[in-house]
């Protein structure tokens, strides 16, 4: 579903006119839609109906307590990644029973935070974290549940910087080396060994390589029971591309269809960590129109926002979308622009060279499919306030983070 339509010939969220709410709570502005929350994940929870399984929604695409609280509400668990996260799924009601913790740098501290709540997974991705995670646990005489991240050296044929299933990523443990790493975990008290993890990569448009992952994590699980290493958790990672601009990713019944005949034939509870596929395209970032200039080489619209609020474009040559709030710039001349923002780099920018409808100062734009990986990477460069975030519902919305002040920029710092 597009929550992002025109209607009265404005764009709008749900029933919401941007234009009205722009008015209301200034730019830029993240907007989310909780319809297209809820559908992303319900997407997911009917395509695996047929097994027992959690979707444990990736905190860190986007970790507002309101898009946590609203998937956690409509059944969703958490992935987690630092002890950061865990607050804040703790925080939005999210039961411990439903959270699990995956990254390659978990601290003793955060282990035992998420030991003493008694969180339903650890993904540990090295020897080394291993023997960290059974000492804490053995010191707060616990046992911490765990499976391993295994590498399963496949490649997802996506950006080097969100491909995490090759051997060269730092990334899990290599496939040749899963074995003797589960042999080393079944052998300490202070560990639990429940499940097999991957997770191979971001933004993936193609099937295969979750097939081919999924074998080799499917086949790992039963040497592991012939050596008497019982897995019932399989968690199959997130990764799950979405549609920016002409990728066609699979269906979520098409991504179903190609793991669950593996996952089937193990009879376990499947695990799965979806983020961008939740929020990406529930959220965009509404900016407006600074000013026009002309080069005479090159013409520029400069907006509001900028790389601190959205900095996909510059680190991932992303491709975001733009579309006018006002329809009628559709029926308009139309340019080659770049759009760019205040921040002081050139590297600022949203779109280059882009096909755009005219747009005049003053214009609002609605940059989309910025749900996901958008505020969640958000900073302060050039002591700039976080953008407000609002969630819409319907016909109403709410404002669920405030925009930020200066006097939020400066707290916790000391003038000498
Ligand atoms: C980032 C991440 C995810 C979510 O990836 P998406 O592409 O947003 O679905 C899931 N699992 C792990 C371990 C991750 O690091």
Redesign the pocket.
Not at 97 to 102: E, G, H, N, T, V
Not at 199 to 224: C, E, M, N, W, Y
Not at 239 to 262: S, W
Not at 382 to 396: C, Q, W
């Given at each position: 579903m597009d929550p992002f339509v025109y209607r009265h010939s404005e764009l709008s969220c749900e029933r919401v006119s941007l234009r009205a709410l722009a008015a209301a709570t200034g730019t830029p502005a993240y907007v989310y839609s909780k319809a297209a929350l809820l559908e992303g994940y319900r997407a997911y929870d009917r395509a695996f109906a047929e097994v027992p399984h959690i979707v444990c929604y990736?905190v860190?695409?986007n970790s507002n307590l309101a898009v946590l609280g609203v998937l956690g509400k409509a059944g969703a668990g958490a992935?987690i990644?630092s002890g950061g996260e865990l607050f804040r799924a703790l925080r939005a009601g999210i039961p411990t029973d439903r959270i699990i913790f995956?990254?390659v740098g978990k601290t003793p501290d955060e282990m035992r935070a998420a030991l003493e709540v008694g969180i339903l997974l650890f993904?540990v991705e090295s020897l080394s974290e291993l023997r960290a995670l059974d000492a804490v646990a053995r010191e707060l005489g616990v046992k911490a549940p765990v499976a391993l991240?295994v590498n399963p050296d496949v490649n997802p044929q996506t950006h080097a910087y969100?491909a995490?299933g090759l051997r060269t990523s730092k990334?899990g443990i290599p496939y040749d080396q899963a074995l003797e790493a589960y042999e080393e975990a079944a052998g300490l008290k202070g560990v639990e060994v429940v499940g097999a993890d991957m997770?191979i990569?971001?933004?993936?448009t193609k099937a295969a390589p979750f097939a081919d992952a999924v074998a080799r994590i499917a086949s790992l699980v039963k040497t592991l029971r012939e050596r008497a290493i019982e897995i019932r958790l399989v968690d199959v990672?997130?990764?799950?591309?979405i549609r920016y601009r002409a990728e066609t990713p699979p269906t979520h019944q098409e991504y179903a269809t190609v793991l669950l005949p593996a996952l089937r034939e193990l009879g376990v509870t499947v695990l799965l960590?979806?983020?961008?596929?939740?929020v990406?395209n529930a959220g965009l970032l509404l900016t407006r129109v600074l000013y026009r200039k002309d080069t005479g080489e090159k013409k520029f619209v400069i907006i509001d926002a900028a790389m601190n609020d959205l900095i996909r474009p510059p680190l991932y040559d992303a491709y975001h979308e733009i579309r006018p709030v006002n329809e009628a710039r559709l029926g308009g001349p139309v340019e080659t622009v770049d759009v760019v923002g205040p921040v002081c780099e050139s590297g600022d920018f949203v779109a280059k060279d882009r096909e755009l409808a005219q747009a005049q100062e003053g214009d609002l734009l609605a940059i989309m499919s910025a749900g996901?990986?958008g505020f969640a990477m958000s900073s302060n460069y050039n002591t700039r306030p976080r953008a407000v975030e609002v969630l819409v519902d319907g016909d109403s919305y709410t404002i669920v983070r405030r925009r930020e002040t200066y006097e939020d920029l400066v707290a916790g710092e000391t003038a000498l």
């Amino acid at each position: 579903m597009d929550p992002f339509v025109y209607r009265h010939s404005e764009l709008s969220c749900e029933r919401v006119s941007l234009r009205a709410l722009a008015a209301a709570t200034g730019t830029p502005a993240y907007v989310y839609s909780k319809a297209a929350l809820l559908e992303g994940y319900r997407a997911y929870d009917r395509a695996f109906a047929e097994v027992p399984h959690i979707v444990c929604y990736s905190v860190k695409a986007n970790s507002n307590l309101a898009v946590l609280g609203v998937l956690g509400k409509a059944g969703a668990g958490a992935d987690i990644v630092s002890g950061g996260e865990l607050f804040r799924a703790l925080r939005a009601g999210i039961p411990t029973d439903r959270i699990i913790f995956s990254g390659v740098g978990k601290t003793p501290d955060e282990m035992r935070a998420a030991l003493e709540v008694g969180i339903l997974l650890f993904n540990v991705e090295s020897l080394s974290e291993l023997r960290a995670l059974d000492a804490v646990a053995r010191e707060l005489g616990v046992k911490a549940p765990v499976a391993l991240r295994v590498n399963p050296d496949v490649n997802p044929q996506t950006h080097a910087y969100i491909a995490t299933g090759l051997r060269t990523s730092k990334f899990g443990i290599p496939y040749d080396q899963a074995l003797e790493a589960y042999e080393e975990a079944a052998g300490l008290k202070g560990v639990e060994v429940v499940g097999a993890d991957m997770h191979i990569g971001s933004q993936l448009t193609k099937a295969a390589p979750f097939a081919d992952a999924v074998a080799r994590i499917a086949s790992l699980v039963k040497t592991l029971r012939e050596r008497a290493i019982e897995i019932r958790l399989v968690d199959v990672g997130g990764g799950l591309g979405i549609r920016y601009r002409a990728e066609t990713p699979p269906t979520h019944q098409e991504y179903a269809t190609v793991l669950l005949p593996a996952l089937r034939e193990l009879g376990v509870t499947v695990l799965l960590e979806p983020g961008r596929s939740i929020v990406g395209n529930a959220g965009l970032l509404l900016t407006r129109v600074l000013y026009r200039k002309d080069t005479g080489e090159k013409k520029f619209v400069i907006i509001d926002a900028a790389m601190n609020d959205l900095i996909r474009p510059p680190l991932y040559d992303a491709y975001h979308e733009i579309r006018p709030v006002n329809e009628a710039r559709l029926g308009g001349p139309v340019e080659t622009v770049d759009v760019v923002g205040p921040v002081c780099e050139s590297g600022d920018f949203v779109a280059k060279d882009r096909e755009l409808a005219q747009a005049q100062e003053g214009d609002l734009l609605a940059i989309m499919s910025a749900g996901a990986y958008g505020f969640a990477m958000s900073s302060n460069y050039n002591t700039r306030p976080r953008a407000v975030e609002v969630l819409v519902d319907g016909d109403s919305y709410t404002i669920v983070r405030r925009r930020e002040t200066y006097e939020d920029l400066v707290a916790g710092e000391t003038a000498l």
